[in-house]
C-alpha cells in the first residue's frame, strides 16, 4: 500500500522557518518524483517545488525561489521541504504527492497523494 504521511506544519510568525517532512512506503523510493503543492481557502491547489530521486533535478516556483529547499533522503524514503522567511501568504495546507520519474516536475501527473498539514504564517 503506497503511503505519504506530512509532518512538521504548525504557526510561524512571518520571518520564521519551518520544515516539512513527507514520509513514503509502498513504492520504489528512488524511482519516483515527490512534490510538494499547496491550497489555500479559496484557492486553486498551487505546485510548490518537487524533486526527482532518479536524478536529483529540482523545481521551485516563482513565489518560493529563494525561500524553500527542498531534499530527499533515500536510506529514510523521506523528502523534506525547508522554508524560511514565511509570508503570511504562504499560509496553506501542504500536500506531498509522488509520481513516476518520467512525470514532469512541474505538471505532473502524480499518482499518490497525502493528507496534507497546515502551515499558517502570522503577520
Known amino acids: 500500500e503506497v503511503q505519504l504521511v506530512e509532518s512538521g506544519g504548525g504557526l510561524v510568525q512571518a520571518g520564521g522557518s519551518l520544515r516539512l517532512s513527507c514520509a513514503t512506503s509502498g513504492f520504489t523510493f528512488d524511482r519516483y518524483l515527490i512534490g510538494w503543492f499547496r491550497q489555500a481557502p479559496g484557492k486553486e491547489r498551487e505546485g510548490v517545488s518537487s524533486i526527482n530521486n532518479d536524478d536529483g533535478s529540482t523545481y521551485y516556483a516563482d513565489s518560493v525561489k529563494g525561500r524553500f529547499t527542498i531534499s530527499s533522503d533515500n536510506a529514510k524514503n523521506t523528502v523534506y521541504l525547508q522554508m524560511h522567511s514565511l509570508k503570511p501568504e504562504d499560509t496553506a495546507v501542504y500536500y506531498c504527492?509522488?509520481?513516476?520519474?518520467?512525470?514532469?516536475?512541474?505538471?505532473?501527473?502524480?499518482?499518490?497523494w497525502g493528507q496534507g498539514t497546515q502551515v499558517t504564517g502570522s503577520s
Open positions: 504527492a509522488a509520481g513516476p520519474s518520467t512525470t514532469n516536475l512541474q505538471l505532473g501527473p502524480y499518482n499518490f
